[in-house]
């Protein structure tokens, strides 16, 4: 390569940075990149307003809490997607809240390094509100060996679900673990096993809320979800080899 092919190369790049870091709170060079892959180049706006809680320091990068919340779009939102951008399956979570749930989403996560992630949020104008957030970590989170598969007799508990209803002063908060390694085919040769599909239903089978899964959600996911009221209602789960799992709550 001659000096005048560097040249271009060069000031390429720093165009390329220059337009990563406009407006982005994190100056990631893959957002441009993540917003035509995942979002499709749609209407986008960094907003504050999406709170995306994470820490700024991984402990264990398997285990990543992570929590949105989209109360201030309340009425008005109709997806939340969520991806670590540097990951190497950078998608963790689509979620569709219906009427009686509210736009707030807590998870568990696993990140390889540090990275930024964002939590895009489609309201009825057909625009994405981006929150940001950055977690430092030492890494390996993604390719770590299995727990769960370290546990003898792991399959016999294989869509267990355990839950719990606890009262808010405007709704009510839906924490469940379901059991379940969730492989994402990237340890020693193990082909991908997760859940990738979940509905909270009412006693009557309306959904009130969907969620598709990827891989980079932690094993033995933990999720929480909030509920207008009190009543009753269960978890429907599929994962990505046809196995059905549902639990009353």
């Not at 104008?125 to 770590?144: I, P, Y």
Request: charged content about 20%; glycine content about 8%.
């Amino acid at each position: 390569m001659d000096w005048r092919s560097l040249c271009v190369l060069a000031l390429w790049l720093l165009a390329w940075d220059s337009r990563a870091a406009e407006g982005d709170p994190l100056t990631s060079v893959m957002w441009d990149y993540h917003h035509q892959q995942l979002l499709g180049g749609a209407p986008f706006v960094f907003d504050e307003r999406v709170r995306l809680l994470a820490p700024p320091f991984a402990e264990d990068a398997r285990q990543v809490p992570i929590q949105v919340d989209a109360s201030a779009f309340a009425g008005q939102v109709q997806r939340i997607f969520v991806w670590a951008e540097l990951n190497p399956i950078p998608r963790i979570v689509d979620f569709v809240p219906g009427e009686q749930v509210l736009p707030r989403l807590a998870l568990r996560i696993r990140i390889e390094q540090a990275t930024p992630i964002r939590a895009a949020v489609l309201t009825r104008d057909g625009l994405w509100h981006v929150g940001s957030a950055q977690v430092d970590a030492a890494g390996g989170g993604c390719t770590a060996p299995s727990v769960v598969r370290a546990q003898p007799g792991w399959e016999e508990h294989l869509g267990e679900v355990l839950g719990r209803r606890f009262p808010l002063a405007d709704a009510s908060r839906l924490r469940v673990q379901i059991r379940h390694p969730m492989d994402n085919g990237l340890v020693g040769g193990i082909p991908e096993f997760f859940l990738n599909q979940a509905e909270l239903r009412d006693p009557s089978g309306a959904v009130l809320a969907r969620l598709e899964l990827f891989p980079a959600v932690s094993e033995n996911p933990t999720l929480s979800l909030e509920l207008k009221g009190e009543g009753p209602s269960e978890l429907w789960l599929r994962d990505n080899n046809g196995n059905e799992f549902e639990a009353a709550l």
